[in-house]
């Protein structure tokens, strides 16, 4: 990206400077899965990493992805980063590349329903994870252990919006050298940049904030620079060679790329880069949109509690207030009378009856029946997920709009 603006906007509309050998205003994209070099002295010098910033195989990376890494990098004012086909495909190859049998891990107790089942699956390996009140340092500090790596948390949770003490826990992991990754999907780099806490890896779901659209996976690994990996056990003797700095993203590539083939195909990273242009825009509109509903349901008679940041009763406004200077497009609302749930939802007219986050239009989900139903009522209630919660991803429609077709669900 260029640095002669500093508007957001700006710098994203131009971020990728279009195609110098066609004109076009747009990067091309890179479908090819061989790439060749005329000596094979080349290649040779980009299997063993002596040849930066070219390509062998696609499993690895192209030069369409290489394009989205370089915006996101800039994002999230990291070091470097790495794409791959999902935002759990990014999880896992973290997880997976940089803990082993024997390790702990501390997490936020209420993250992402594919997440906690991601951290089962890592408890079967042999990992142990500690779910902890993240938004009480002191409880992860109690966690804490000999054979600790890792602390994990989400920037706003998902559904419960709850924010973790980003701030106390990054000073936490730097006082005992613990590696700090924060999931950035709900805030993205446009409110928040985790690399502020201290935090050594950012992941986004590309699908979610940043590609805006619901037409395309990925995500991705930033590495921000905090983190000294000369000090971490798990990176394996064939990556310990240069600058210590690049050996935490070159295992993750290498093992969750090669080894594990998440890839994120070139078409995907187009349409993200494509997408990744109106961030700004869509970002602000849907946070002002979700604050407006957010109030009005509030004062809505059939609404027990209604769940986002931005409001004063929020449990952590201040923190979004202070960190994140906005509530972005989730928000959830338990009704008063859980057993009008299907009703209810029946009855709304504009958002979609679907899964998924960060489209630009709004979706909205039963969260106890569906994405926390496998997982069981108790570690539901323990995450304090009540059967008549409702998740909504507020899209782009007109924020009075969306007012009248709660009201005529909820007046019946």
């Not at 131009?14 to 091309?28: E, I, K, L, Q, W």
């Not at 002295?41 to 930066?52: A, C, M, R, S, T």
């Not at 509030?298 to 923190?319: F, G, N, Q, T």
Request: overall charge negative; hydrophobic content about 45%.
């Amino acid at each position: 990206m260029t640095d002669a603006h500093d508007a957001l906007s700006t710098r994203l509309v131009h971020a990728t400077g279009g195609d110098r050998h066609s004109g076009g205003v747009h990067a091309p994209v890179h479908p090819s899965v061989q790439y060749a070099y005329d000596k094979v002295e080349d290649l040779i010098g980009v299997f063993q990493g002596k040849v930066k910033g070219s390509f062998n195989y696609a499993r690895q990376g192209t030069p369409t992805t290489a394009a989205l890494e370089a915006v996101i990098t800039e994002l999230e004012g990291g070091t470097g980063s790495i794409s791959f086909a999902t935002g759990m495909a990014a999880l896992t190859a973290l997880f997976l590349t940089l803990l082993k049998a024997g390790d702990h891990l501390v997490t936020s107790a209420r993250v992402f329903g594919n997440t906690n089942s991601l951290f089962q699956t890592l408890e079967g390996l042999g990992i142990a994870v500690s779910r902890v009140d993240a938004g009480d340092v002191a409880a992860v500090r109690a966690a804490l252990r000999p054979e600790t790596r890792m602390v994990f948390a989400e920037t706003i949770a998902n559904p419960s919006t709850r924010i973790p003490d980003l701030e106390g826990i990054g000073a936490l992991c730097r006082e005992h050298g613990l590696l700090y990754v924060v999931d950035n999907t709900v805030t993205s780099p446009a409110l928040c940049r985790p690399k502020h806490f201290g935090a050594g890896l950012v992941m986004n779901s590309l699908t979610k904030t940043l590609a805006g659209h619901g037409e395309a996976l990925g995500g991705a690994v930033t590495d921000t620079g905090c983190f000294d990996w000369s000090s971490y056990p798990n990176i394996f003797p064939a990556y310990r060679q240069g600058d210590p700095r690049g050996w935490g993203l070159q295992q993750i590539r290498k093992k969750g790329l090669r080894d594990m083939g998440g890839t994120l195909s070139s078409e995907a990273a187009h349409r993200i880069l494509v997408g990744m242009e109106t961030l700004e825009l869509r970002l602000k509109r849907s946070s002002d949109t979700a604050l407006a509903l957010a109030r009005h349901l509030a004062a809505h008679p059939a609404i027990a509690k209604v769940h986002y940041p931005m409001l004063d009763s929020h449990p952590e406004h201040a923190r979004a207030r202070d960190w994140f200077g906005g509530g972005s497009w989730m928000m959830a609302f338990e009704l008063g009378d859980a057993g009008r749930l299907v009703d209810v939802l029946n009855r709304l007219r504009l958002p979609l009856k679907a899964t998924g986050l960060a489209d630009t239009r709004s979706l909205i989900i039963p969260v106890a029946p569906t994405i926390f139903w496998e997982m069981g009522a108790e570690a539901r209630a323990a995450m304090g997920i009540a059967d008549g919660l409702v998740r909504l991803s507020v899209g782009l429609e007109a924020a009075e709009d969306l007012i009248a077709d709660f009201d005529q669900a909820l007046a019946a």
